[in-house]
C-alpha cells in the first residue's frame, strides 16, 4: 500500500494545465527516485517494529509546491520512528502519523484570503492538523467510518479553545487505513481531497463539497471580523466515506491545485513512473 500527500497552491486562475502538469511531473518524478532509497521490500516488511504479517500499511511519501515560500521535498521512511517531517507547505499543512490500529494522514488547504487581513493563512491549517495528530498520538480508542469525522470535530474545538486566538480557516481531508480490516476511512471537508488507485485506475474518490465557485466548505475562526463573506462551516458537515483497499493500491491525496489543475490521465501516469521506479529498485 502506497501514499501520497501532495499539498499545492496551484489555483486554475494563477496557473495554466500544462504548467501545472510539469509541476506535478517533477514533484512525484522526485518522490519515486528519492522514496526508493526508502522503499521496504515485501520479505522485510514483517521483521520491521510493530509490522504484522498480513497487514496492510502505507509507505508514504510527500511533496508540496508555495508561491510564498521555499519549495521543498520530504520523504517518510517507514523504518524509523522518529524521523521528522516538514509539515507546511505555503498556505497548506499535513500530518502522517501511526496508530496500533491503522495508519493516518491529513492535508488541509488555508485560505489564502486571509492575507488581506494581515493573518498568514498557514497558521490555522498547520494548527488544526497539529492537533488531530496530537489527538491520535495519544491513543485514540477505535477507528470506524465516523472516527475521523469525530477527530476533525475535537481539532476544530481544540482551536476555539486555544487561549492564543488562532483566527483563519481551511479545508481538510484525513484518511485512515485500519491495518487488519484493509478498510480506508476518511472524512473531508471542503475541494482537497483523495483518489484510490487500482491497477492504473481510480476506482474510489472524495467528494468535493462547495458553498459556490472558489468557496469551499471551511472549518474557520474570526471573532472580530463582520464580513458577511467570510464563511465557517461545522466539521458535522464533512463528508465520510469506508472503502476496501488492496495490497499496492495508491492513495494520492491533496488540496485543491491538484484538482483543479490536473485531469485523471495525467495523475494515473505519473503513478505508473512511481510504479516502475520501485520495481527497478527490487531488481537491483
Known amino acids: 500500500m502506497q501514499s501520497?500527500?501532495?499539498?499545492a497552491r496551484l489555483m486554475a486562475r494563477a496557473i495554466c494545465g500544462t504548467e501545472a502538469e510539469s509541476v506535478l511531473y517533477h514533484s512525484i518524478l522526485r518522490l519515486s527516485t528519492q522514496s526508493s532509497l526508502h522503499y521496504i521490500q515485501p520479505q522485510r516488511i514483517a521483521s520491521l517494529p510493530g509490522i504484522k504479517r498480513g497487514c496492510v500499511h502505507l509507505v508514504t511519501a510527500s511533496s508540496g509546491y508555495s508561491g510564498h515560500h521555499k519549495?521543498?521535498?520530504?520523504?517518510?521512511?517507514?523504518?524509523?520512528?522518529?524521523?521528522?517531517?516538514?509539515?507546511?507547505?505555503?498556505?497548506?499543512?499535513?500530518?502522517?502519523?501511526?496508530?496500533?490500529?491503522?495508519?493516518?494522514?491529513g492535508v488541509a488547504d488555508g485560505v489564502g484570503g486571509w492575507r488581506e487581513h494581515g493573518i498568514d493563512p498557514s497558521i490555522f491549517s498547520s494548527s488544526l492538523m497539529d492537533a488531530c495528530k496530537t489527538l491520535i498520538d495519544k491513543k485514540l480508542i477505535d477507528l470506524g467510518p465516523l472516527t475521523?469525522?469525530?477527530?476533525?470535530?475535537?481539532?476544530?474545538?481544540?482551536?476555539?479553545?486555544?487561549?492564543?486566538?488562532?483566527?483563519?480557516?481551511?479545508?481538510?481531508?484525513?484518511?485512515?487505513?485500519?491495518?487488519?480490516?484493509?478498510?480506508?476511512?476518511?472524512?473531508?471537508?471542503?475541494?482537497?481531497?483523495?483518489?484510490?488507485?487500482?491497477?492504473?485506475?481510480?476506482?474510489?474518490?472524495?467528494?468535493?463539497?462547495?458553498?459556490?465557485?472558489?468557496s469551499p466548505f471551511q472549518l474557520a475562526i474570526h471573532p472580530t471580523l463582520s464580513d458577511p463573506l467570510l464563511i465557517a462551516d461545522s466539521p458535522d458537515l464533512a463528508s465520510v466515506s469506508s472503502f476496501d483497499v488492496k495490497e499496492n493500491d495508491f492513495i494520492l491525496v491533496g488540496t485543491d491545485g491538484v484538482w483543479d489543475n490536473l485531469p485523471d490521465t495525467a495523475i494515473l501516469n505519473e503513478i505508473i513512473k512511481i510504479k516502475v521506479s520501485h520495481i527497478r529498485t527490487i531488481v537491483s
Open 4 to 7: 501520497l500527500t501532495i499539498c
Open 71 to 105: 519549495t521543498d521535498t520530504t520523504i517518510i521512511n517507514e523504518s524509523t520512528k522518529d524521523l521528522k517531517c516538514l509539515d507546511v507547505y505555503g498556505d497548506d499543512a499535513f500530518f502522517i502519523t501511526k496508530h496500533r490500529i491503522g495508519d493516518f494522514l
Open 148 to 214: 475521523l469525522k469525530e477527530l476533525l470535530s475535537m481539532g476544530y474545538k481544540q482551536l476555539l479553545e486555544n487561549k492564543q486566538c488562532i483566527v483563519g480557516s481551511s479545508t481538510a481531508c484525513i484518511v485512515a487505513l485500519h491495518k487488519e480490516k484493509s478498510i480506508l476511512h476518511t472524512a473531508n471537508l471542503g475541494d482537497s481531497g483523495f483518489v484510490i488507485i487500482r491497477k492504473n485506475q481510480i476506482v474510489h474518490r472524495s467528494q468535493e463539497q462547495q458553498h459556490y465557485f472558489n
